[in-house]
């Protein structure tokens, strides 16, 4: 959470830049700060077991079959988006493939 603030400022700041230069309203809905993403469950960020645990949930809820991850934003220090990436392998994605091979049976 404390990578996570500023670097989705910084993110958010440069992908509405020319919009709010130009005063026109976006053609998508982005929560304007960090607090305002992660309460609409834009930004997963916490620890592991709170990341899978919300991911989970989605996942379920959505029904989706793939996923999506933006690690690498803002001002984020590639060592973190690094480290997340590894840990989304060895730790969220397994349970993914077993799913999916549950499916194919």
Known sequence: ????RPAYQDWIDNLLLLWRKNNIKPTAN????FEAADAAGVCLVGSLATV???LRAQV???GVNYLLCRVAFGN????????TVELVRRENMPMYAERREVAAE
Do not use: G, I, T
């Open 76 to 83: 984020l220090p590639k060592a973190a988006s690094l480290k």
């Open 60 to 62: 379920s809820e959505a």
């Open 1 to 4: 959470r404390e990578l996570a």
């Open 30 to 33: 982005f929560p304007e700060n």
């Open 52 to 54: 899978r645990d919300k």
